[in-house]
């Protein structure tokens, strides 16, 4: 099982919408058995793969996200069972989000000051432990919200690797500093605290702990920019678009270092700005490369939709080639 966190310091670029269709592909096209975890407060992955009805019985009942903490903020160890509940239009099975997760924001800030005691490293290790009782899945994706906060740091550290979608505008550049920064930062104080005296080295749990280095970064996805084909039918991204997108490689070279830089090509793959398709398929809570007639698609739509498989399809494979 590989775990992958879709993350960016910046909001609204399409994180979302990326990971949910890229999940539905690799569950429905690529044969895999996909669990998505949705850590992100918002809840807007739990939202686009659950009907209205479904959604709102699952934020009212105790079959989400916040099962992983109620014992542990209790001071009574970690959860036996992990909340999954399927969803049938993505082919994929769902640890639903909740906005009583903000709650563990602070909890888990002040477990890791207390990193260097047997509770502080436990509770640092709350998705760790979760994804010992996922291992049966081939792919845990974890949808995160934009901040660089305590409860992203606990997913990043216990994932394998992370993938960063970004909109193509000067705002997201700055986002690979920050992330760059904050994670070099985080795992030093990690490694620092693993190898505390304070701590018993011999312990399964420590021994396991130093092994634990967080998520690699594979790279990143180009969304939500203006494309037309060119002379040989490819997409390419208008002038404006590619001034910026010139630029997102020149920014990892400067701000990762070896041991945060992912591979080359550091562009995974393009999504240009899918029009009505993306809030259509909201609405319909299906995959957009799942859209017909029925959902209201029509006319010059049936293509994008035909197109929009075939850009998720390239994308999913990278993705898949990178982890496995």
């Not at 993938?163 to 990690?190: C, E, G, T, Y």
């Not at 208008?238 to 400067?254: A, H, L, P, Y």
């Not at 393009?270 to 209201?296: E, V």
Request: net charge negative; proline share 4%.
């Amino acid at each position: 099982m590989k775990a992958l966190a879709f993350f960016n310091n910046k909001g609204g670029v399409g994180k979302t919408t990326l990971l949910c269709n890229v999940a539905a592909y690799f569950a429905q096209e690529m044969g895999k058995k996909v669990c998505v975890i949705d850590c992100d407060p918002q809840c807007n992955a739990s939202q686009y793969f659950f009907k209205d009805e479904n959604f709102e019985d699952i934020l009212e009942g105790t079959d989400n996200i916040e099962a992983l903490f109620q014992q542990l903020m209790e001071g009574e160890g970690h959860a036996e069972d992990i909340p999954i509940i399927k969803s049938e239009e993505f082919g994929v099975d769902v640890v639903c989000g909740s906005p009583g997760l903000s709650m563990a924001e602070d909890f888990l800030a002040k477990e890791w000051a207390a990193l260097n005691t047997p509770r502080g490293l436990s509770s640092t290790l709350v998705f760790n432990k979760a994804l010992e009782k996922l291992s049966h899945y081939d792919y845990v994706f974890f949808d995160v919200s934009p901040s660089l906060g305590a409860i992203n740091r606990a997913v990043l550290l216990s994932c394998d690797y992370f993938v960063s979608p970004m909109s193509i505008d000067i705002f997201s550049l700055k986002a690979f500093d920050n992330i760059s920064k904050w994670m070099a930062s985080w795992r030093s104080q990690w490694d620092y605290a693993v190898n505390s005296p304070q701590l018993n080295q011999a312990s399964s749990t420590v021994l396991k702990a130093r092994n634990i280095k967080g998520a690699s970064f594979i790279g990143y996805v180009s969304q939500q920019y203006i494309a037309k084909r060119d002379a040989s039918g490819e997409r390419r991204p208008v002038r404006s678009f590619d001034e910026i997108i010139q630029k997102i490689d020149s920014q990892i070279e400067k701000h990762f270092t070896e041991g945060l830089k992912p591979p080359e090509p550091y562009e995974i793959g393009k999504i240009p700005n899918l029009h009505s398709l993306a809030p259509m398929s909201q609405s319909r809570r299906k995959p957009i490369f799942n859209l017909t007639g029925k959902d209201g698609v029509v006319g010059a739509h049936f293509a994008k939709v035909k197109e929009a498989k075939e850009i998720f399809a390239e994308i999913s494979i990278e993705i898949n080639n990178r982890i496995i």
